[in-house]
């Protein structure tokens, strides 16, 4: 196997695979690419799966790397910064590690030439929602590179300020537990009236992907189309207004809020 690559990653978990596959359906070649993780089973099955390069721990081809796409954990980015620093000062950086800000990923790695991405869980299966945030240093032709490598896992969207990437977090980052979390809850009402716990699923997860869909295929607003679906007095009259009253739609902004707040606390100690 050819040891040339171009793009490295630091960390091989489900975000890096994600992005992995993503790039050989573009027609990347698997040798191309390196993977660098401590665990050998994760190695393994890279190297089965996907045919990438793999390595325990730093080697001399890292430095071949035109970008580096970091995936650890954030609490272990200290200790691989001062591993992989001196072997990717070129390169551009690209962060996939949750709270982390980019002002300490330059401090530790030495080089400003840093993309901050917050995707989520979808990217697995191609439907992601990554927010992304590129420090002045990152030339235009840079920013799209880094498109081209979302593309695959999902959709993009670019934030002026890095501190917005917090409301990322909230809303898209964290998002699809809040649409499990629903889904369990209808679930749950679905086996309360006599149905079964398979039927509750699947009218969960169709009701969830149609509205989805037509949320997005359509011109309207989700408050219009929402208008459409609920007659006074009507089934669905009871439920929204049984929410309403339970305080349901302030509950999940002031959950979202939280979110968005615990992000900003884990930036302040993730940089220390």
Known sequence: ????????????????????????????????????????????????????????????????????????????????????????????????????????????????????????????????MTGLFARPE???????????????????????QEADLDAVTALSGSGPAYVFYFIEGMMQAAQDMGLSAEQGRQLALATFGGATTLATQSSESPAVLRERVTSKGGTTYAALTSMEDSGVKAAFVQAMRAAQKRAGELGDEFGR
């Open 1 to 128: 196997m050819s040891t040339s690559i171009d793009i490295a990653f630091i960390g091989g978990g489900n975000m890096a695979t994600a992005i992995i596959g993503g790039l050989l359906r573009q027609g990347r070649v698997p040798s191309s690419i390196l993977v660098i993780d401590p665990v050998a089973e994760q190695r393994q099955r890279l190297t089965e799966t996907l045919g990438v390069q793999t390595a325990e721990g730093p080697q001399a081809n890292l430095q071949q790397a035109q970008t580096v796409v970091w995936a650890v954990k954030p609490q272990q980015f200290k200790d691989a910064a001062q591993t992989y620093a001196a072997l990717t000062g070129n390169a551009l950086h690209y962060s996939v590690m949750a709270g982390l800000r980019t002002d300490d990923i330059a401090r530790l790695l030495g080089t400003p030439r840093i993309v901050r991405a917050m995707p989520n869980t979808p990217a697995l299966v191609g439907q992601g």
């Open 138 to 160: 990152v030339s235009e032709s840079e920013r799209q590179q880094i498109e081209r490598m979302v593309e695959p896992t999902g959709q993009a969207m670019w934030v002026k």
